[in-house]
């Protein structure tokens, strides 16, 4: 296997070929919480294509992923009202490597450790492409977002703020 094959071989890239889930490569530099913004800028798209995937949990400390746009916040207010729940916090980024098996900065919903509930943006799917991690820092991926609906079976929700 080649180099560069062998960087975009993860857990998450493995993942999506076994659902035969078409996707481009992305890599970039990545600069320590830079997020979405650097990926962006790096990649000369615009952020709100970018998709960040965070370790949330809920009051009883059952974790979730939440798939949002790189420009805008969760309003985990709004999210847990949403979901049913008391409240709906991140996790300590311990806990989410803990619960996907991924280094913050480079977690994916693809792939996770274990099966983890995934709640996404819906105006996600209003976009003709998005760019999402691929399992590591410094790599996105690029794939239609319907493609989220159909691997990922995500809740869809309505919870997002200005960035």
Known sequence: MAR??????????????????????????YEEHGGTRVSARELNVDEHAVVKTLVMQ?????????????????????????LGVKAVEPCAPEVAQRHTGYLVGGT???????????????????LPLIYINGGRRGYLVGLHPHDLLRVLS??????????
Not at 64 to 78: A, F, I, N, W
């Open 154 to 163: 995500p809740t869809l929700v309505s919870c997002a703020l200005p960035g």
């Open 108 to 126: 994916s919903p693809f792939g996770t450790k274990k099966p983890l509930p995934v709640c996404m943006e819906k105006t996600i799917l209003d």
């Open 4 to 29: 560069a094959d062998a960087e975009q071989d993860t857990p998450a890239t493995r993942f999506l070929r076994a659902r035969q889930v078409a996707f481009s490569n992305h890599p970039y530099a």
């Open 58 to 82: 809920d009051s009883e400390r059952r974790p979730l992923l939440v798939l949002m746009h790189g420009d805008r916040k969760v309003s985990t207010r709004e999210l847990a009202r949403q």
